[in-house]
C-alpha cells in the first residue's frame, strides 16, 4: 500500500511521448514511431552476404573459414541494428528537451531522416525520408495532447485517450501503460506491431507495415 506521500508524488508524475512538459501538474511521456521499413536498410547487407555465402558452398558441408565469415557477419548486422536503436534513443533524449509545441515537433520529424527501402512502381529503392512516422506528447490520464502524424500536427479533435489500448492504433497496445512505470533516463521500446497480412494480400504486392515504438518518462525536481 502506498503511503500518502507517495499518492502526492503520483499526482506530479509527468510521462514524456516526443516531448516534455506543458506545466508542472501534468505528467507526460515522449512517444516516437519507427517504421519497420527503416530496419530494412540494417540488415539488408548482412542477411544477402551471408545467403550469398551459404548458396555458393551449399553442395558441400561449409568449412570452419566460410562458418567463422558468417559469424562475423551476423555479429555485424547485430551491431549495425543496437547502433540504429542507440542513436533513436538519443534522438528520443534531445526531443524531451526541445520546446514542447507542435510547430517544433513537427521540424523535429521533418528533420530527422534516414535511408530507408520503400516500394515504388513494384520495385524496391533506397532513398531518404524521415525516420519518424508518429510523435507525441501523453498527459498523465493517457490523452495525446500533441501529436505530429503524417508529417503534420493532428486537430485537437482527432487526439485520442491511448491509456486504453482500445483507443491505441491496434487496439491492444499498452505503451503508456509500461512507459509510466519506467526511472528516469530510461527508455520502453515496443515489440514490432503491424496489421496481419494474408498470403493473398501478399501476392498482390501489399507489405507489411510495421512500427516500433519508442517513449520515455519526464521527470522535473526529482519526480516522474
Known sequence: MLSSEMSEMKKDKRVHSMARLFDMARIFFLLIIIPLSLFIILIYTGIFE????????ASAVLDEEYQKKIRIRTVHTAYEVVKFLEERKNDLLIASIIPQTGPNYEDFVRRTKSYIWTRENGKFVRKMAPIYKEMSLIDRDGMEMVKIEGGGIVKKSDLR????PKNTT???EDYFARTEKLEKGTIYISPITGWYINKEEFEEGK??????????????????
Do not use: C, Q, W
Open 161 to 164: 485517450n491511448v491509456s486504453n
Open 50 to 57: 551471408v545467403g550469398e555465402t551459404t548458396r555458393k558452398h
Open 170 to 172: 491496434y487496439k491492444s
Open 207 to 224: 507489405a507489411f507495415e510495421g512500427i516500433l515504438r519508442m517513449a520515455t518518462p519526464l521527470y522535473e525536481d526529482g519526480e516522474f
